[in-house]
């Protein structure tokens, strides 16, 4: 029999090294410019002088965002499996697959199917719906923080005296939502998952291919049965967007109560737009945990909106750094801990995932 020639590579595998390598230079060159010309000593004093139960209670609001998130979990679960993990399951698995992007950007990718593995065997439910779960989560996460930082815009642009552009940013956010609205309502007027949906796209294509693809496709039309399922729950909407503004709102607090322990007074109006446009420059580059580009855009916005160079300084790295900590400390065990308990251990109850590979 003659040898069998390897596969081809994707053009995301050819190019995702080099990729991985320019966003990591990005990150340094930014993080160049961010420290460039800064004073450690006076950083460290600073820093020593600062108010620690003001830093403890900023910590705080770093992890307990989490359980907000999880909460938000419980609830996609509880609808879509009709059983919810246990109370600190989700906590723990945000938290480790949050610490394992800052270790690898690959994290982006197999974040999402590495919290359904641990969600759908801590449940004993199919990988696939928990997928849809997880899908749901990640999708009412980012809008919620796209409109937030949709805001952010909008009121820098109205303290910097850009009413031209606070105004276009403001239409533009205003057809958005009438959009949305109008998707709602014809979802609302034609119930069920229909010849159009995405559940059934992969159905289609299950029905079509065969073996190893037979499967994917047919995880696929689950996972987008329950993501649609879910998005039909007007009684998760409200939660949902609910959760996902404490969130923010938490790690805007904890932005403000850095300033505080540092000695600064800042406008919650000012921390809001900052912590958005930051977030939003880290996601946008994919850097690890948005490390270098989300610590530089802060630092320029800040500046921007008439903070001192040294204050905007001071508040951006610590705040960075309590959200590193925080990550990584719990995190890290957590990541262990879910390998050790989920990671190699088979049931028959629980389909396997593909590689992530194989499923592009």
Known sequence: MPAMTPAPRSALGRWRRPLILLLLATALVFSWRLVAGLSWRALG?????????????????LVVRYLLWDHRLRLASGRAVAKR???????????????????????????GPMRARYLARSV????????????????????????????????VAWVLGRAWLGAAAF????????????????????????????????????????????????????????????????????????????FFLLSVLAQWLVFAALGHSESPLVVSAVVALGAAAGMLTG?????????AAMVTIFVALGVARGDAAAGTIVFRGLTYAADLALGIPALI??????????????????????AA
């Open 45 to 61: 004093h600073r820093v020593a002088g600062a108010n620690w139960l003001l830093l403890a209670g900023a910590a705080l609001c």
């Open 171 to 246: 239409a533009a956010l205003a057809l958005v939502l009438a959009c949305a609205f109008l998707w709602s309502r014809r979802r609302a007027s034609s119930p069920g998952s229909g010849a159009g949906s995405l559940a059934d796209f992969f159905s289609r294509k299950a029905e079509r291919a065969n073996g190893r693809g037979e499967r994917l496709y047919g995880q696929g039309s689950e996972a987008a049965g329950a993501l649609e399922g879910l998005l039909g729950e007007r009684q998760l909407r409200l939660p949902a967007v609910a959760l996902g503004a404490g």
């Open 337 to 358: 801990w879910f390998e050790l308990r989920y990671g190699a251990r088979a049931s028959a109850q629980v389909p396997e995932p593909l590689p992530i590979e194989e």
């Open 85 to 111: 993990p246990r109370l600190g399951v989700g906590f723990f698995a945000l938290l480790a697959t949050a610490a394992l992007n800052l270790l690898t950007p690959s994290a982006r990718v197999v974040g």
């Open 287 to 295: 850097t690890p945990g948005g490390a270098g580009t989300t610590e």
């Open 124 to 155: 004993e439910r199919p990988f696939a719906r928990l997928y849809g779960v997880v899908l749901f989560d990640q999708l009412a996460h980012s809008v919620v923080m796209t409109a937030w930082t949709w805001l952010a815009v909008i009121a």
